[in-house]
């Protein structure tokens, strides 16, 4: 019997995954290659776009070889995509510069600047995008305030996916999702606005147009086509960003329903109807559709707060087995708070000059103690993060979790006992994809809306809150939040 099979390619910062999924989100096969970061100035971080281009291309090509199916069993393809990705680009399409990727942070005095004028505050009230060095918006009026070479002999300005896709289809577009998250669109209007371009220096006919997720290209180029493995007329959906991805791909679809992602970094989302936009900038909001839009925040600091830690105390065992140690130590770490700040902060600080801090050190901790308080730390970061949520949607129904970190069970116990509930982990750790599938399955028809992906979830695992743990940890958290505010006039 002919299967139906759906690809998801999720392009990562870290890496490009390809993910074959059955009908009801059954992991098929998957494929991963590898991304390298490139660091050419202190703040600068940038990737090569046509290794990333070719790194697609290899795990596209692995996972329909792993899959083991005829081309007619593969129904389409999904994209979803990493945010504020920039590439500056000449007028056959070629890189005229690296992409700038989201923790590039060289726009930082700029950022600063426009957050506190008038000017910033209206360009946010217009676009739900922070002010923050992460935004293309920010690293465009950088270029133009440095006579950045690439910049000026521009003819198109385009992220990954619109890299990805002019390279395979020939087509210039852009969906909502990753539109929105440049800084440089209307939210309300789902057009570019005048006002972000203006700043930036940047005309509409550089940038592409702009479309809804379930737009859908089947004129892939045919060398292309048969390098992967796939027919010259297989359906690629442009699906969206990952975050709004990631929501979709946990079912976490519905007014209450929040997601959080934690992989190097992190972000806690939910979806809401129309486009909100936080009067004091502590969130963003990101278009998904026509009707409804993603809120939340994103933490620079996730597993890449681990990482440090572990880099720094030089532990040369595994992560396992360096977080093994803190299952033994008890709610609050014996008094160590840590300030997950490492990579500077987004989300709820917006201040890239944010610094991490351990607070309540004494001579009998040992790298279990700290080791607990940089998980309970992180932890902290995305519970203040959902303060801010909860002021714009309401009170969180049901709570989800993916990324890198929930796969520690003694973290995501931490994440349950701080907010005081129940912590939803799908069976698979490739929510993003398979929210991309999803997407294309509802532009192709086999699928009737987004929500109808609630019935065809993987399995879910459920960690239960420790009531008494929450209670010592909301104890905590009133002194992590009073030292956060106390800080703040030192990020400087």
Known sequence: MKRKLVIGLDIGTTSAKAVVFDMKGKLIAEAEE??????????????????????????MKQVVNKANANQDEFLATGISCAMHSLICMGEQFEPLSNMLIWSDGRSSKQAEALMQS?????IYARTGTPIHPMTPLMKLIWMRENNYE????????????????????????IDYAMASSTGLMNVKELDWDSTALAAAGVEREQLSAIVAPTETFTTIDTQIAAEIGIAHDHPFVIGAADGQLANLGSGATAPGEVNISVGTSGAIRQFVQGSPVNEVMETFTYAFSEERSIIGGPTNNGGIALQWFK????????????????????????????????????????????KGNFFGLCIGHKKEHMTRAVLEGIAFNIYQISQSLEKMAGESKKISVNGGLSKSELW???????????IHISDTHHNAAWGAAWTALVAIGEAESFDDIKENMPAEKVIHANNDNHEIYLKIFEKYERMVSDLMVYFT
Request: net charge negative.
């Open 150 to 173: 690439a910049y000026e002999k521009a003819a198109h300005f385009m992220t990954m996916k619109e890299y990805l896709l002019q390279k395979w289809f020939g087509k210039r577009a």
């Open 34 to 59: 590898m991304i390298e970061t490139y660091y050419p100035q202190a703040d600068w971080v940038e990737q090569n776009p046509i290794e990333v281009e070719a790194a697609c291309l290899v795990a």
């Open 311 to 354: 880099d720094i105390i030089e532990f040369n065992g595994t992560h396992d087995e360096l977080l093994a140690g803190a299952k033994d130590v008890e709610p609050g770490a014996d008094g160590i708070i840590f300030l997950p700040y490492v990579n500077g902060e987004r989300a709820p600080l917006w201040n890239q000059k944010a």
């Open 412 to 422: 995501v116990q931490i994440l349950a006992d701080i907010f005081g509930s129940d």
């Open 118 to 122: 008038e000017q910033g505050k209206e």
